[in-house]
Structure formats: C-alpha cells, structure tokens
C-alpha cells in the first residue's frame, strides 16, 4: 500500500463526559448513548463487535447487532454450532464494543455469555423477515463450501419445504445469547487526545464508578 497511513487522522470534538453526567448507573448512560446513537447514526447503530476466545487462547472477533438490552444485560441472536457458539461454549467469557464515529463514542462491555431461554429465542425468530428465517435455517454457518451456488441450492431447497402462507420454525440450533455485564467503559473522543473514559465495575450488587487515563 503506497498511501501514508500515519497522515491519517482527526481531531475529535464533542462534548466532555463528566462523573456527573455518567451518574451511578451504567446501564441507563448506556440507553442514553444508545438512543443518541439511533438518532444520530442512521447505518446500524445497534452494530457492536463481539470478542470471544477459542480453547487455544486465540482471539476472534466479528460485528453483530444488538437485539435486546434490559437489566438482565445485552443480548445477541446467531448459530451455536458457529465458530463464536462453539467458542463460547468453551469460554463464555466475552467483550462487546460499540463505536459511533459521528459521536465520537465508543462503549466496552465485558461479562459472562449464557443463551437465553427458548422461548425469548422462537419468539424474536418470528418477527424476522422470512427471508432471514429461511436463510438461518439453510446456512451451516462457519461451515466450509465450494462457493455460493451450493448455497443458494441449499436456500431454494429450503424455500420449497413450505408453502407461502406456512410458518417457518425456529432451527434447535439457533437463538440468543445473554451478556451480563460486570465492566462498562464508556469513551468520549475529546480534542488533544485528552479523552474521557468513565468506567463502572460491577461489585455485588453496586457498580462503581472509576476514570481512567486516555
């Protein structure tokens, strides 16, 4: 690559994050942020990367979206024979992180990965454009393949199970998985580099509230 990567940069500028505006509660900052993020960054807002770990200690990460938050925690829907469902059945030790660019905001949140009950699972399968419910049932997701014609074989082979008006069941071996946190760090780009980072430490049943150094 020929292009001058280190030349490549912005000086960020928004407003600060103060302890008095993060306030006590990391999960209501994070719906104020994310609420901010929907209004303000129309191309996926709910987008996140998702970190695992496989046995062998190595790194993955990929972006998902966000489905579902309450105060359970964050939630996520995808396959659990892929890559991140077999790593996560290893180690369910996971990190999510937000990025705003417009806002100049990011979110990081670490915490133990659980799937969530059937039920929660068939329920938001159901409100899926039938194209995704049939895709979710046809993509042996992470699975090798010659190439994209044996998938799309293998979706019209599925579109052809069911009649037009038909339901189209959730797979067994698909569904959410729920992130509880017990570290939240939000990030606020501010100019000079001198960012805020306000982080909440979950502790019992309290979460404390600590800043550290950009």
């Known amino acids: 690559m020929n292009r001058d990567l280190q030349s490549i940069r912005r000086d960020y500028q928004f407003d600060d994050l103060l302890e008095e505006q993060a306030g006590n509660n990391p999960l209501s900052l994070f719906d104020q942020w994310l609420e901010a993020a929907i209004e303000t960054c129309p191309d996926d807002p709910t987008a996140m990367t998702l970190s695992t770990v496989d ?3 190595w790194p ?3 972006v998902v979206l966000l489905k579902q938050r309450d105060d359970s925690g964050f939630v996520f829907f995808t396959n659990y024979d892929s890559e991140k469902g077999q790593q996560l059945a290893a180690n369910n030790k996971a990190c999510m992180n937000f990025f705003w ?3 100049s905001r990011q979110i990081r949140i670490e915490g133990h990965i659980e799937k969530v009950e059937r039920h929660v699972s068939t329920e938001y399968f159901a409100t899926r454009p039938r194209e995704s419910q049939l895709a979710a ?3 042996q997701q992470s699975v090798i393949i ?4 044996e998938l799309k074989s293998a979706y019209d082979a599925e579109v052809q199970k069911f009649q037009p008006t038909d339901k189209i069941p959730c797979p067994e071996n698909w569904g ?3 992130l509880t946190p017990n570290f939240i760090e939000f990030w606020q780009g501010r100019p000079s580099r001198l960012h805020d980072r306000i982080c909440f430490v979950r502790h019992q049943d309290n979460w404390l509230r600590k800043r550290k150094a950009p």
Do not use: F, I, K, V
């Open 101 to 103: 660019p417009a806002m």
């Open 55 to 57: 046995s062998d200690g």
């Open 137 to 139: 049932r046809t993509s």
């Open 146 to 149: 010659a190439n994209r014609g």
């Open 176 to 178: 959410g998985y729920l």
């Open 60 to 62: 993955h990460s990929r």
